[in-house]
Structures are given as C-alpha cells and as structure tokens.
C-alpha cells in the first residue's frame, strides 16, 4: 500500500466557508474531503480567486490536489476532455428521495432505525424485496468486506474496493456495492448520504479499522438495506447500513450517523442532515443535499476505486 501525494481532478464548488479564523475550506461536490490552500503566496492568491468566481459562477475547475494534506495545490480551467468527463456524472437520477435535518442528541435508537415506524420514505415504495433476516443482511456485508483491495485478492470483481481508504472515495465504494446488492443478491437497495453543511458542522470519523486517525468530511454515502428482523411473532423492518470503510458489520443507521460525530477528533463534529435517496444516486450536485448525480454505467465508480486501490489512511 501507498499513500497519496496529489490527484489531479475536474471538481465544482459546493461551498467556501471559514469555519476557523483564518482557515478558509474548499468543498468540492466531487470529493467528500475537506480541503484548504497552502500558506499565503502568490499561488495561492491566484487559485483563491479562481475559486470564488467558479463558485459564483458555478463552473467547474481542473484541480491538482493533495489529499493527504488536505491542500489545494493549483487550479487552472478545464480542457474540452475533461468537461465531458464531468458532464457525465452530473445526469440526475429518475427519483427523488428525501432529505431531513437531524439532531443526534436527541434521536431515540429505539423507533429511529424503524422503517414502519420512523423512517417511511416515499422513495421505499419503488422496490418491496427486503433482506428476509440479518444473517442474509450479514452474509452480503462479509462478501462486500472481501473485496477489499486490501487483502490482496483473489477477488471476485473487478475492480476491488478500497475500503482501507476512508479519506475520498464513499461515492465509488457504494456504488460498487450498490450493484452487488442488486445484482448478485438482487435486493433492494438505496443510498444514504449524510452531510455537514450547517454552520461550521463537520463530519468527523476516527478511523480505528485503519491506524486510529481522525478523518474529516463534509458528506458521506453507503448503501442502505431494509432488513427484516423477527421477535418472536412480532417482525420489523430496519434501516441498516453496508459500511465496511467504518465498520465490520451491517449497523444500525443510526449507529451510522453517530459514528460521524466524533467530538474527540474536532469540536466541530456534527451531522446536519441526512439523506435517503435511490441507489441510483452518485454523488451531490448541491451543497444542499437535495440533488444528485449518477453513474449508470459505473466508469466514474470504477476509475475512482482503480486510482484508490493502493492507497491508506493513516500515515
């Protein structure tokens, strides 16, 4: 394994904000990494206003970056090539699902994670094969987790899942997941994405599966099952979500959330909202929440999980 010194992309601005005095943040809709300028230059100045007016403008930037930093190395305007790779993740889905502000402190484990109850989402109606029992919802999870680049293969897709690689990348890993949900167990399957995008709220992960490092992002997305669960006579559907980045095990979505919150990594840490949405959902194209992009043909998930197949958390 490798760790990353920069990437170049085609990115668009979601927001600049300074959550820090003096620190101005950059959030690209295309990445769920957090990032920053270098120190005060001459460079630096440039980019600064390349990005306040692709914002204005919402115009998208060719950008070279350093994830492991966090950094914004350069910006530059994008080439006809590259504007048609980006045009091809910005198709919205065919449905809408719904986005609902949340607050951690007072959700009640016990009916949150309660599709019957809590969690009636009009998008639940577009597909009624539910995972039967948390044994299947267990067994898909475990054949997801072997696909992890991280163990070296054999693998039974292609390409792997870097799940060792928390820091970017959740849209490409759910997708993949996504379709082996849907394809190979043939269950339904939708998204769910959490964000960080009121105030100076950030979503903040330790990441124990991979050196115990703080991850910060400003959104996240996993797939997300309906389980069904039995008590005796009494049966319940739960919200349960794949997560094998954060976790070794299908967990509760509320569990999910919370995990995102980890004050102990940032002060800041918080989840504004979160999403439901169809599987079909890709990644946001608003700082919002309440538009999506897809990848019907999964290039864009594939060239992501092909670049981040090498690559780890913590240094």
Known sequence: MAQIKEETAVVSLAAVRSPRRGVTEYLFLERQQIFTLPAAGARSADSARLLSRALREQAPVKAVLDPRRGEILSVDPPGPEDLEVFRRGRIPPEERGTTRAVDLARLDPTTFDVVDLKLKAPIFRLCKRTIPDYATAKKIFDFCAK??????????????????????????RAHKM????????????????????????????????????????????????????????LSLTFAMVIDPGMFDQPVLLSTWLAAQANTGCSPNANVSMYSIQPGSAYWPTDFSGTAFGTDPNYALTDGTLTNYQNLTTCP
Do not use: M
Request: one cysteine or more; proline letters at 5%; hydrophobic letters at 35%.
């Open 178 to 233: 996504r379709r082996i949900i849907t394809t190979k167990y043939r269950y339904c399957c939708e998204k769910v994405f959490s964000f960080a995008n009121q105030g100076n709220d950030t979503l903040a992960v330790k990441a124990d599966k991979w050196g115990g490092c703080c991850v910060y992002w400003w959104y996240h997305v996993a797939p997300l099952v309906r389980v069904r669960v039995r008590f005796g006579k």
């Open 147 to 172: 696909q992890g680049c991280y163990l070296g293969g054999p693998f039974d897709i292609t390409p792997c899942i870097p799940f060792q690689y928390v820091i970017d990348g959740c849209y490409a």
